[in-house]
């Protein structure tokens, strides 16, 4: 059965700390990993990984995939307050399909 | 719990076709969401609701229609198919806007 897995599922920390969000997959196809923010009602899409190696950033964000074992990281430098989010990923498992596989998500709180 | 459960899997549709996509949660959740996701682009808001009777627009309204008749059920209409509607669907619940949301499967739906 496909899965994705995130870790940790909460995290609490204070601004200007550096935080690093996991998230494993087992799926039987790969062709993409997804990084969401959610704030409210909308996700927000921060990056689409297809290769390994190859980190992609935005501002404080950064992310990379390492497809032989099966995991990305999402980090985040110097937080702030307006990171506080839910933060989940997605597996986009074969071409065919087209469907995500969602993690549960990590819930992080940032602090003053 | 089965979560959120949405039919079908799969569809094909011709141009100017209709279709409703069904959308079932068991978490006795108050909120409920429509997304598309296009290849290579993130999650955007079709509809949403905050609770039986009450829907509102989202990000990308337009060529769908929703109700919102019972707590569980949050069906997605569309009354002309057209090409641009060709995505994959995502129906999410979530208690209040403040929490993780719980994705459906998603309905891949091609319009031809």
């Known amino acids: 059965e496909d899965k994705v897995v995130q870790s940790p599922l909460s995290l609490v920390v204070h601004e200007g700390d550096t935080v690093t969000l996991n998230c494993s997959y087992e799926v039987t196809n790969f062709r993409s990993l997804l990084w969401y923010k959610q704030e409210k009602k909308a996700p927000t899409f921060l990056f689409m990984l297809t290769s390994s190696g190859i980190e992609k950033k935005s501002g404080r964000l950064s992310s990379i995939l390492d497809k032989k074992e099966l995991f990305s990281i999402l980090n985040i430098t110097a937080t702030q307050t307006g990171d506080s989010a839910i933060y989940l990923c997605?597996?986009?498992?074969?071409?065919?399909?087209?469907?995500?596989?969602f993690g549960t998500g990590t819930r992080l709180q940032v602090f003053p | 719990n089965a979560g959120v459960t949405q039919t079908p899997k799969f569809r094909i549709l011709k141009i100017g076709q209709s279709m409703t996509l069904q959308c079932t949660q068991d978490m006795n959740h108050n909120y409920m969401y429509w997304y598309r996701q296009d290849p290579g682009m993130g999650l955007k808001l079709i509809y949403y609701s905050v609770g039986a009777g009450i829907t509102d627009k989202g990000e990308v309204p337009n060529g769908y229609n929703v109700s919102r008749s019972t707590t569980e059920d949050f069906p997605l209409r569309l009354e002309l198919a057209a090409p641009s509607q060709t995505s994959v669907y995502f129906c999410a619940s979530s208690a209040d806007p403040y929490n993780e949301q719980f994705f459906g499967p998603g309905t891949r739906l091609t319009v031809l």
């Open positions: 997605a597996v986009d498992p074969t071409y065919n399909t087209d469907k995500l596989i």
